[in-house]
């Protein structure tokens, strides 16, 4: 069906490096117009690089694109502009400062003078309107949820009269009402025979809303099929290129013996009430899952289990021990481990070698020293051990960690702070913008620690790694515990709604 | 006090020129820390011209000797990278060192030009009305037109400006050389009209009073204008309390000076806090 719309652009044998690193090698393939079509696969597959290159950010070292059925070269972004190409960044690219038809504007501006507010609020309100827009158009960027930002973004495009619209990683930080929300607009926008390119990882979408995908991996444009003829896991081998491990359940239930109990505890900060009268509790050997999006107490709460934000009421009992008076470091001692939330801000010190970043927090260690000095050959010692159980490549020691991936670098993180006995884990956001290979050695690796006895509390703004891996799942809306259901009780659907303060239960 | 009041304006209009080209540099997003030394060169270029020439071509060698020493700033913090306050600072420290140099080459003395006649001075009345105009044009031009837009766009958001085409580097080298030709009149107001000559250091830290009022008016026009005015009133008053029976004779002059710094850093120390800078300041690409 697809198959009858005209190519509309094509590439042919692009190939793009960066300094040593192939990005992309002879990616060859083309979109037809009026489609919505998904390029994906897994991080630095090439993907986001690719459709770069399309919008003039990027100049290929070889190969052509062929635009409308010529070959075309687009050196710069306003040259990819005047041929009706817009994108939308990952990391939004707006003027927080400024309004919303301010932003639209900038850059193509009607007069380089006097501006005719009237007359522009006029012409991007019926632009709104043709789409089903509902952002403000007076309202100031900073004021906005990023949904509304996302939608800015959108009409700034279809403002310069885009035909085709690339979306990179759209759905990374919405809620899944404001996933449906964009691609309603989307499927209006393909309507009025827009071609619409989403570059992503999450498969769900691809299935849901693609009429064509374009598979990448290690830089090659592997395949590119109509969305019909996928299922979840053919797309998936297809990604990673072997097989999925399935998730091995050994045990799925837990004893009733509580390692972590939270009673009633709350937070201000400068009256604002962050977190209400949280309470819930955490048996040995279970995995508690807190959905909700990002923003709404998470943070406070991680602060709070780590024992570095004291100022709360309420307890916090673990292992019968009220946390109030313990230190992060006691805590440590006591059996807690956290994955912190942001690799690169607290998980690793990206310029340390990998055998430093393995002792991060563990430097008093007496295993890693001689005498009062750190011992390197111990702290080697160590850092090989750790690499070798987690397959962690490339595995050098002393390597700088900056060097690996986001999924290795990730694997490290779990793998220093699981070195001990754990009895109550806190991770949060554990696979977060890591590739689906590395996601899936940590969910196995959560589950042989649930079986060992560790208690869990998974913080994840991924709905989908709660629902695989919690027995049990708390939806938390402004700083309050909104919602609580038992694993097979839980849809994406009813969650999605008490995240976003739908309704409660 | 129509004394006082009149002074006031006489003081607060190189005030006024400083802190309007101040605005235009730092919400392109480049901090500004320079101004003293675009007064500086400015002064001298304007006494100098004027003494030999005539107060017009005066005014225009101070207007193109502002805006090169500023297109100085924008080359070493836009092209060169370079921080933006160590830029500031290399170029008050230019500005401090070739003005003796060049006056002492000219006139033999590294301390001062030669002394113009009145009646070779500028009126200087005009420049005070343009001081006086020139906070509510900047508003208008910042937040009315498309150049404005594009302003504002390049000190809170350089990377937005850039992906919807167009070049924050071009925005910066305009703003920036504008604000030195705008600082220009604030230099030969004060070597030509507000004194007879050129002396060494004679900006003595207006540049930097005029930034203080740049951040007590918020980074914005209008306040920052008002600032200005206070500053000159303060200024005003220090001179007025010099003279008066009442203090001149039993506090010490230089107590008195010090009353419009103390002022400056008062309102630093209280305002520095709560104002928000253009969110690209200080960033290098």
Known sequence: ????????????????????????????????????????????????????????????????????????S????????????????????????????????????????????????????????????????????????????????????????????????????????????????????????????????????ILSFTDSVTVMRQ???????????????????????????????????????PVLKVASLSLSEAHNSILRHISFEINRGEIVGIAGIEGNGQHELIEVLAGVEKNYSGTVILNQENIKELSAYDLKQKGFSLIPPDRHLEGVILPFSLAENAILGHHRDPQIKSGPFLSSTKI?????????????????????????????QQ??????????????????HPTRGIDIGAIDFIHQYFLK???????????????????????????????????????????????????????KK | MIEIL??????????????????????????????????????????????????????????????????????????????????????????????????????????????????????????TLLAFLLPFLIHFVTYRTGWGLRLLACGDGPEALKTSGVSPAKVRYWALSIAGAIIGFGGVYLSTAHASQFTRDMTAGRGFIALTALIFGKWRPLPAFIACLFFGFTDALQIQLQSSPLLGNTFPVQALQIFPYLITLLVLVGFIGSAKPPLAIGKVE
């Open chain 1, 449 to 503: 620690l649930k079986a060992q006895g560790t208690a869990m509390l998974l913080i994840s703004s991924e709905l989908e790694e709660i629902l695989k891996l919690s027995d049990r799942i708390l939806v938390l809306y402004r700083g309050e515990i909104v919602a609580q259901v038992l694993k097979n009780e839980a849809t994406e659907k009813d969650l999605g709604l008490w995240m976003t303060g739908g309704s």
């Open chain 2, 6 to 127: 009149s002074s006031t304006l006489r003081l607060a209009t190189p005030l006024i020129f400083a802190a309007m080209g101040g605005f235009l540099c730092e919400r392109s997003g480049i901090a500004t820390i320079c101004l003293e030394g675009v007064l500086l060169t400015s002064a001298w270029a304007g006494a100098t011209v004027t003494y030999y020439t005539n107060p017009y071509l005066g005014v225009l060698a101070a207007i193109i000797v502002g805006a090169m020493t500023m297109a100085l700033h924008a080359l070493l913090t836009v092209k060169a990278k370079a921080d933006q306050i160590i830029s500031g600072v290399a170029v008050n420290l230019f500005a401090a060192g070739i003005t003796p140099i060049l006056t002492k080459l000219l006139f033999g003395s590294s301390t001062n030009t030669e002394s113009i006649p009145l009646h070779a001075r500028l009126y200087s009345p005009v420049l």
């Open chain 1, 74 to 205: 687009i050196p710069d972004p306003q040259t990819a502009i005047s041929l009706g190409i817009g994108m939308v960044h990952q990391h939004f690219m707006l003027v927080p400062t400024l309004t919303v038809w301010e932003n639209i504007i900038l850059g193509k501006e009607p007069s380089k003078w006097l501006l005719d507010k009237a007359s522009i609020l006029k012409q991007l309100k019926s632009l709104k309107t043709k789409f089903g827009f509902q952002v403000d158009l007076e309202a100031k960027i900073e004021s906005l949820s990023v949904g509304h930002q996302q939608q800015v973004e959108i009409l700034k495009l279809l403002y310069r009269k885009a035909n085709i619209l690339i979306l990179d990683e759209p759905t990374a930080v919405l809620s899944p009402q404001e996933v449906e929300s964009l691609f309603e607009k989307l499927k209006l926008l393909k309507k009025a025979h827009k071609t619409i390119v989403i570059i992503t990882h999450k498969l769900k979408e």
């Open chain 1, 380 to 408: 080697t010692q160590l850092a090989s051990q750790l690499i070798q159980s987690f397959d962690i490549r490339p595995g050098e020691p002393s390597q700088s960690i900056a060097g690996l991936s986001g999924g290795n």
């Open chain 1, 219 to 257: 830089g090659k444009a592997i395949e590119t099929l109509p969305t019909s003829s996928l299922t979840e896991d053919s797309l998936a081998e297809k990604i990673i290129g072997r097989k999925r491990i399935p998730l091995n359940f050994e045990k799925s239930g837990f004893e009733p013996e």
């Open chain 1, 411 to 428: 694997k490290l993180v779990v793998a220093r702070e699981t070195a001990r006995e754990v009895s109550f884990l806190l991770a949060a």
């Open chain 1, 1 to 72: 069906m697809e198959s009858l719309n005209p190519e509309v652009f094509s590439f042919k044998n692009i190939t793009k490096t960066f300094a040593s690193v192939l990005a992309n090698h002879e990616v060859s393939f083309s979109v037809a117009e009026g489609t919505i079509h998904g390029v994906v696969g897994e991080n630095g597959a090439g993907k986001s690089t690719i459709m770069k290159i399309l919008y003039g950010m990027f100049e290929p070292d070889s190969g052509t694109i062929h635009f409308q059925g010529k070959p075309r």
